[in-house]
């Protein structure tokens, strides 16, 4: 990929990983990504903002063979997939200091080995100027780590924000703009958010606050495509982050014998034939980044899964400490389910997770073949959910 210009004193450098389909051995990637760096040219100096994932560090090593010097590297966050060809483009730019915030520059030494001496701090509000541009740091710990910062180009009223607002999105446009794409990259960030940025809504909340005091005419993230039109994924960050959850269930299941199938299935037509949008998803067939964001919205969680040796299914499990982690902003959680001799599903799926605060309703457990008796206790946990959504008039 060539240097493409943003502006006049802006390049966007760095690669697009057209092909990667797993992220942190982790993220299903299904649109590819890209690693995002930006070349600031001020009168006097220059900065190189981030770098790439060292797969791609040959990538940015000859977009920066055409550029004679770089006075800064600004380090917004030391995971690697940005900071990975750090050390190489020192070893190109002898001269040039690195910036970052104070827990970034410990942590660039832990994971680089980073030479502590070539490292500038600067803390929230710091500027530093490039000559007839300048670049303000604003730190935004907990996006989503501890050091992270974004960088505020004064005079051209552009954010750059790493990890924040971006995108897993592959592909050859600079911006999102008014193209056809834009509906696919705010879907592509609303995965990104709900699998890396929603454990964190409570900082987000605070650091979009503060964000709204700047004026700011793009946004451009270390992953995906520049948002030209700032609102386009602001707007959606304040729905996902602090809009109320919406009238909608998601149910993670997962059955053996076809008992606990059986069950959701009439779960969803209940819910369905009460106004109640739902979302099934087959834990032996799902993308986990398609749960993810349906659990961004979801006011209710109810997870499907029979009794395996006296507790959940392990699918289930892993669907239950999933949400757990990601800690969204649902309400109520039930479970439904089949034993044969031991009913510890339940219990098992509500201890994996502590850290919802979530009103549990009473699960429907199966002996065997679900009845009639147990499809009337599915309508009753059916009509309590819609109940209580409706009640919040969602």
């Not at 997939?81 to 050390?87: C, F, N, R, V």
């Not at 995906?224 to 982050?241: N, S």
């Not at 993308?287 to 029979?306: K, N, Q, R, W, Y």
């Not at 902003?329 to 009913?343: D, E, H, I, N, P």
Request: with cysteine; aromatic share 8%; hydrophobic share 45%.
């Amino acid at each position: 990929m060539d240097l493409r210009s943003m502006t006049e004193r802006v390049t966007l450098l760095g690669a697009v990983d057209w092909h990667r389909r797993l992220f942190d051995s982790l993220i299903p990637l299904p649109e590819g990504t890209s690693y995002n760096a930006y070349l600031v040219r001020g009168s006097e100096k220059t900065a190189l903002l981030d770098t790439v994932d060292p797969v791609m560090s040959d990538v940015l090593l000859t977009q920066l063979s055409s550029v004679p010097r770089v006075d800064y590297v600004v380090a917004q966050h030391a995971e690697q997939d940005h900071s990975g060809a750090l050390l190489q483009v020192l070893e190109r730019y002898p001269q040039a200091r690195v910036v970052a915030t104070p827990k970034g520059k410990g942590m660039l030494v832990d994971l680089l080995h980073l030479d502590a001496d070539r490292v500038d701090v600067v803390v929230d509000g710091d500027r530093i100027s490039l000559g007839d541009r300048t670049l303000e740091f604003i730190y935004t710990p907990w996006v989503h780590w501890p050091e992270t910062m974004l960088t505020y180009l004064v005079e051209e009223k552009t954010v750059f924000t790493c990890d924040l607002f971006g995108s897993h999105y592959a592909t050859s446009d600079i911006a999102v703009g008014d193209n056809t794409q834009a509906p696919a990259v705010v879907r592509a960030a609303k995965r990104y958010y709900a699998e890396i940025m929603m454990p964190f809504r409570k900082p987000l909340t605070r650091h979009m606050e503060r964000l709204s005091a700047y004026e700011i005419a793009r946004i451009a993230p270390s992953h995906g495509p520049v948002w030209d039109r700032p609102a386009l994924i602001l707007d959606a960050y304040a729905e996902w982050v602090s809009g109320p959850p919406h009238n909608s269930a998601v149910i993670p299941f997962v059955s053996m014998h076809g008992s606990t199938r059986a069950l959701v299935e009439r779960l969803v037509a209940d819910l369905t034939t009460r106004g109640v949008r739902v979302h099934p998803f087959d834990l032996t067939v799902t993308d986990l980044g398609d749960l993810a964001m349906a659990l961004v919205d979801a006011a209710t969680v109810v997870i499907g899964s029979p009794t395996v040796l006296g507790g959940a299914h392990p699918q289930a499990a892993y669907a239950a400490s999933l949400a757990n982690a990601l800690r969204p902003k649902a309400l109520y959680a039930s479970v439904v389910g089949s034993y044969g001799w031991a009913a510890g599903a339940p219990k098992a799926l509500v201890a994996a997770m502590p850290a919802l605060r979530l009103e549990i309703l009473d699960p429907v457990l199966v002996q065997g073949k679900p009845r009639a008796a147990d499809f009337d206790a599915i309508a009753v946990l059916a009509e309590t959910i819609a109940h209580k959504q409706q009640a919040l008039e969602l």
